[in-house]
């Protein structure tokens, strides 16, 4: 599983909120409710968040092994 835990953290640190996200980048609530939630999103959105908050795919995203 993909988990986006990581992304929370980040953002923190770059002072980047989900209202920035929103209002500043363009961002949907629905793409933010599916990182929230660990679901479904494409590369595009990785790339795009790795933009802004100038950080590497291993500072949003990481990959979690079902037991």
């Known amino acids: 599983m993909i988990s986006f835990n990581k992304l929370w953290t980040t953002m923190k640190e770059r002072n ?3 209202y920035r996200l ?3 980048f363009n961002f949907s609530t ?3 409710d599916r990182l ?11 790339n795009q968040l790795c933009k802004i908050l100038d950080c590497k795919l291993e500072d949003i995203a ?5 037991n």
Do not use: A, H
């Not at 929230?36 to 990785?46: D, E």
């Open 22 to 24: 929103i209002k500043d």
């Open 16 to 18: 980047i909120s989900q």
């Open 36 to 46: 929230r939630k660990n679901g479904n999103i494409n590369t595009y959105t990785l």
């Open 30 to 32: 629905g793409q933010l």
């Open 62 to 66: 990481e990959y979690i092994e079902d």
